[in-house]
């Protein structure tokens, strides 16, 4: 479960930005995540959850903005929101997709006090 890493990098960034502006706590963490990234957003929660305890964060909610997986075939320039269907092939004209949105995974915001 490499959610338990995530957790711990996002926690030492929320942390370090709450010591860098003299914060007493942190409100709320929200988060963006894509549907490609392999990260079970439950399992990221328990870790946050868990590790935050007895921290400038303990209190804060988590807020998770999930992002669709969208593709792109060059070849008919046409795009896709792929619906959990991690097909890589244009159903269209059987070209390559790239992939433009779904790999995100960032803080996006850190509301302290």
């Given at each position: 479960m490499h959610e338990i890493g995530v957790a711990q990098?996002?926690?030492d960034i929320v942390l370090?930005?709450?010591?860098?502006?003299?914060?007493?706590?942190?409100?709320?963490?929200?988060?963006?995540?894509?549907e490609f990234t392999g990260i079970v957003q439950e399992s990221l929660e328990f870790a946050l959850e868990?590790?935050?305890?007895?921290?400038l964060a303990d209190k804060a909610e988590i807020i998770f903005s999930k992002v669709k997986l969208k593709t792109f075939c060059s070849k008919c320039d046409k795009t896709f929101i792929m619906?959990?269907?991690f097909l890589f092939q244009c159903p269209h004209c059987e070209g390559n997709l790239e992939i433009?949105?779904?790999k995100e995974l960032y803080i996006e915001n850190i509301d302290i006090e």
């Open positions: 990098n996002i926690l370090n930005q709450a010591n860098i502006h003299k914060a007493e706590k942190v409100n709320s963490i929200k988060l963006v995540i894509g868990t590790l935050k305890k007895e921290t619906n959990g269907k433009i949105n779904g």
